[in-house]
């Protein structure tokens, strides 16, 4: 990119492509793990192996199975999530109040739509899932998506002052709360699940964010306390490299795009929420890892950070999410993300608006995800349009022209 004007069009338009897809689909459709709700399931004969292996065919055919093996499309708790959190970066950009009006909608309906296992707010996926790490129901809540969604809770509260936002995401941290915690001289890891301990980097970091981002705004130093604990249980494992394995059980021993920006988000938004700057240099270490061993120099976005394929849309959408939010710590982030926003708006967004599931080195799964890809990327490039205004309003009150600012 040569200038900011032509960088501001190119996602502008991506962007509100993505939107009218997603809003034409009344926020529904596939997901890459929604196998388990296929026709075929009692033929798993309720064992683990035969889910993983349903859910693994569905998932990995080139071709898309879900139309013939009865997979319908359906609602997305994460999916509002992300596209909320959108929304809201839209309005800052714009101060649009139709943004703000979406965005609303969509915490009105998960507020309506939470995990009905517990009282306090959480949420699961509309299906069932089955991996190497166990499986749960889609009655069963998870940290990650709840975490993901409550921090449009707070984005929302930040932007209105509205006690109702602000009273939902005390609610998910109660939640939150009350999940296991694996306790160690070096932390504490808060679960990724609330029937058994399971402890994964990202999903801790994530709870921990959520709980320090309520605790700013509440003032509650029993959230503050536990966030310090899994954030330090996470960064005092994290690798010579600045690099986090999934998780320190050795089946969990490797290294993806997207759960490190999770990570990377998580402490960023833990350090900002809290001042607590112990951990900065963790945060350094692993943002130089993620922008050295995540990206070609086409601005492609590679899954494993020793190779490429699959080029995967969550990558992609997660890479420019974080970068742009990462950004204000280091300013070659957004130069980084308008590249990786370039490179997957030219190579994985179809003209219809949809951007494709992944890249294999044989050719494109284009199977339209609702979740995984037009949130996520909706939400990423909402974020990295609006730090491109911000970074374009604070050069121009510095005394640059429009035509002296070069992002890319």
Known sequence: ??????????????????????????????????????????????????????????????INLRPIMGVPRKDST?????MASGYLARYRTTRDAIYLSKAEACLDWLDHHK??????????????????????????????????????????YELTSATRWIEIADSICAWIMNLPRERTDRGNCISYQAHVQS?????????????????????????????????????SRQRADGSWW?????????IDNFHTGYNLDSLWRYIASTGDDAWRPSLRRGLDFYKRDFFEDNGCPKYYHNRRYPV?????????????????????????????????????QGRDGHFYYRIY???????????????????????????????TDSRMRKGESASQIVVA
Not at 127 to 153: K, N, Q
């Open 312 to 348: 995967d849309s969550q990558c992609a959408a997660q890479s420019i999410e974080s970068l742009a939010s990462l950004s204000s710590e280091d300013p070659e982030c957004l130069d980084l993300a308008i590249k990786v926003a370039q490179w997957t708006i030219e190579n994985m």
């Open 246 to 254: 999934y998780g320190e059980d050795p089946k969990y021993h490797w």
């Open 115 to 156: 995990a009905r296992k517990f009282e306090k707010h959480s949420w699961s996926n509309h299906f069932d899932f089955a991996s190497r790490g166990g499986s749960y129901t889609s009655e069963d809540p998870i940290i990650v998506w709840t975490a993901l969604i409550g921090f449009a809770y707070i984005e929302a």
């Open 361 to 391: 080195p044989w050719g494109k799964a284009k199977t339209p995800m609702l979740h995984w890809a037009q949130a996520t990327m909706y939400k990423g490039l909402a974020l990295v349009l609006n730090q491109l205004a911000v970074e």
């Open 1 to 62: 990119m040569s200038n900011p004007e032509s960088a501001r069009f190119l996602i502008e338009d991506s962007l509100n492509r993505v939107e009218r897809w997603v809003e034409e689909q009344n926020y529904r459709g596939y997901e890459p793990f929604d196998g388990l709700s296929s026709w075929f399931r009692p033929l798993t004969f309720g064992t683990l192996l035969g889910d993983r292996l349903l859910l693994q065919l569905i998932r990995q055919c080139p």
């Open 199 to 235: 402890s994964i980097h990202n999903s801790n970091m994530l709870g921990a964010a959520m709980l320090a981002s309520t605790s700013k705004h509440t003032g509650n130093r029993d959230y503050a306390d536990v966030a310090r604990s899994a954030i330090e249980y996470s960064c």
């Open 78 to 82: 994460k999916g509002r999530g992300y």
